[in-house]
């Protein structure tokens, strides 16, 4: 810590515990009591424990808690995860993801006197004076380890011009990825009735988060030095107080990343991240009691590595089916049983319960995707819990309207259909279609030239009947005027 900011950190401390000492030892009845708080959450129910067949999850003492499984965005875990909360410094994690998306790591923050000096001053900060600078990677990295208030405020006003257009921002994301239970109104966590958001929100958030290699260095760095340079005068070291990081009393062997949070409303809050085996699991968990805010975040992770399996759907749905998708109407053709013209993607996966296989799932289609290259996708439930999503794509590989597997290497994943000798003939259905509308296009231009030739050769004929008639009516009157000279 910075020498002119722990003298003042001293200072403020002896002079509370002056205070203190003048009033008598009696303890408020009016004093919380946290621990049997805690220990009435532990009842709440587990609404992921009353899904048919789930592994059943631990009692936590959190007000909320979530697992996800980041791949496949399957909640593995779910206690209140809709609650509105107040997530103190975990929302650090969307001001550091939104500074990486908009600047580079190399840019100087500059502090202002109002970054600097709108944090209370038993806030939690590294000691950074107006005026001074530093680089973006260092006030990111001061942010996730030292979980710095003032330099949250510099990288806000540094990203978006000022701290309130930095929060507008924020409520931009959140909006933007739908979350319902989410609005902030600052980028550093400190209590406000209208600084809130939910587990499940937060754990949408740290998906974002946790995608950066850098952030995630960062989030589990257990301390960092500060050495003197030209914008930035002093020498000193921050110590992250997070249990979770290496070294520490909880340290766990396959974190990815994690960001505490305390206030006194908020109570002590985490959100988490780990990887084991190709799975990536998100856990939050918010209004704990240290330190059962580490030991069941680590509760959690073993129960989601221990019970689940992340699974391809490669090798196990090798087409999109439209005719057991409802999607729509296919059946055989000329060709024989072709294949859709839909396909699925197949780098996609589903994680499961140690104790289901993939023909356990149901499969149904949904319109919300946010690939643009997909039509749609499929969504995979088990006994109702969505455990995997995979786009559905047109099937658009462009080879030859038919090629001969022995005499030519069609593209992997091609439509192909069977001949009567077995060998696989590999059909381009894009190019049948354009074919079929061209043929639809010709035989309606013959019939509408069929149709002018008719009613042409149909008004000559008409002509003529009525030529023969005026000519009929001529000598009919001819003939009347002679009759009656005579």
């Known amino acids: 810590m ?20 003048s009033y008598p030892l009696t303890v408020s009845a009016d004093e919380p009591d946290y621990e049997a708080q805690a220990e009435a959450r532990k009842a709440l129910p587990i609404q992921s424990n009353s899904i048919t067949d789930w592994p059943q999850g631990p009692e936590v003492s959190a007000q909320a808690a979530i697992l996800i499984e980041a791949k496949t965005g399957a909640i593995l875990y779910a206690k209140n995860i809709d609650e509105r909360l107040f997530p103190a410094s975990t929302t650090k ?27 209370p001053w038993d806030g939690s900060k590294v000691g950074m004076d107006a005026g001074e600078a530093i680089p973006m990677q260092q006030a990111l990295e001061a942010i996730l380890v030292g979980s710095a208030n003032e330099v949250s405020n510099a990288v806000a006003e540094h990203v978006a011009g000022s701290m309130d257009d930095f929060v507008v921002m924020m409520n931009k994301r959140a909006e933007d990825l739908g979350l319902k239970n989410t609005h902030f109104t600052n980028a550093n966590g400190l209590y406000d009735d209208e600084h809130y958001t939910s587990a499940y929100d937060l754990a949408i958030l740290a998906k974002d988060f946790f995608s950066y290699d850098l952030l995630c260095k960062m989030a589990r760095t257990p301390k960092m030095e500060f050495t003197p340079t030209p914008t930035q005068p002093d020498e000193f070291t921050v110590n992250s107080k997070n249990l979770l990081l290496e070294g520490k009393k909880y340290e766990y ?7 505490t949070g305390y206030t006194d409303k908020a109570r002590q809050t985490l959100v988490s991240a780990a990887r084991k085996d190709g799975m990536e699991l998100i856990c939050v968990v918010l209004k704990e009691e240290s330190p059962t805010q580490f030991t069941d975040t680590i509760a959690l992770f073993e129960y989601g590595f221990n019970n689940f399996t992340l699974e391809s759907i490669k090798g196990k749905e090798f087409a999109f089916d439209s ?25 996609a996966k589903v ?15 949904v319109y919300d995707t946010d690939n643009v290259n997909a039509v749609a996708k499929a969504e995979y439930t088990y006994n109702g819990n969505v455990v995997g999503y995979a786009d559905i794509l047109l099937n658009t590989q462009k080879t030859t309207l038919f090629e001969d597997s022995e005499n030519g290497s069609p593209a992997q994943d091609v439509p192909y259909v069977s001949n009567k000798d077995g060998k696989s003939v590999f059909v ?3 190019i049948i279609l354009i074919s079929m509308l061209v043929f639809v296009l010709i035989v309606t231009l013959a019939v509408l ?34 009759s009656f000279k005579l």
């Not at 950190?9 to 509370?16: E, G, N, Q």
């Not at 062997?253 to 960001?259: A, N, R, T």
């Not at 994680?351 to 289609?365: C, E, Q, W």
């Open 449 to 482: 030239i069929y149709r002018k030739i008719l009613l042409a050769k149909r008004e000559i004929r008409k002509k003529k009947k009525n030529k023969s008639r005026e000519k009929e009516r001529i000598y009919r009157d001819a003939s009347k005027r002679h």
């Open 253 to 259: 062997e396959y974190l990815v990343g994690s960001k």
């Open 93 to 119: 994690i969307l001001t550091c993801t939104l500074a990486m998306e908009n600047c580079d790591i190399d840019e100087t923050v500059t502090f202002s006197y109002d970054a600097v000096h709108s944090v």
């Open 323 to 347: 005719n057991k998708s409802g999607f729509f109407e296919t059946g055989t053709d000329i060709f024989g049983d072709s294949v859709d013209i839909l396909m699925l993607n197949d780098n």
């Open 428 to 430: 381009n259905i894009k």
């Open 2 to 21: 910075k020498i002119k900011c722990l003298a003042k950190r001293i200072f403020s401390v002896a002079l509370a515990f002056g205070i203190v000492l």
């Open 351 to 365: 994680i499961l319960p140690n104790n289901a296989t993939f023909d356990d799932l149901k499969m149904n289609v």
